[in-house]
Nanobody, 129 residues
Framework: VQLQVSGGGLVQSGGSLRLSCRAS????????IGWFRQAPGKEREGVSC????????YYADSVKGRFTISRDPAVNTVYLQMNSLKPEDTAVYYC???????????????????????WGKGTQVTVSS
């Protein structure tokens, strides 16, 4: 299983960025893929997750209405569109995946990084004020 992350960078407050997570090595029709972030001195936190089975989505309260998670099965990729970025969104962003089905609600899956089995390399997102 590989998760290839791209996107990120430096943007001014109010700007937009799109992150991509291209997955390989597993059935893209099942499982959970999530975006997590980690700011300096803080724990990794869940930002948004998507169920590959029923396409349900979850967003942390801090990003609701600003971020959108989506997937393109044709290229086995999950995207995180980030709009109206704020300086507090500055962090290293990671893509994680949990393979197969789970009985845990999507919000629970997304709230704890230990629910993910595989991780891609992080990408830095910096929002200047």
């Amino acid at each position: 299983v590989q998760l290839q992350v791209s996107g990120g960078g430096l943007v001014q407050s109010g700007g937009s960025l799109r992150l991509s997570c291209r997955a390989s090595g597993f059935n893209f029709d099942y499982g959970t893929i999530g975006w997590f972030r980690q700011a300096p001195g803080k724990e990794r936190e869940g930002v948004s997750c998507i169920s590959l089975f029923d396409l349900s989505t979850y967003y942390a309260d801090s990003v609701k209405g600003r971020f959108t998670i989506s997937r393109d099965p044709a290229v086995n990729t999950v995207y995180l569109q980030m709009n109206s970025l704020k300086p507090e969104d500055t962090a290293v962003y990671y893509c994680g995946s949990h393979l197969g089905e789970t009985r845990k609600p999507l919000g629970t899956m997304c709230s704890y990084s230990y629910n993910m089995d595989y991780w891609g390399k992080g990408t830095q997102v910096t929002v200047s004020s």
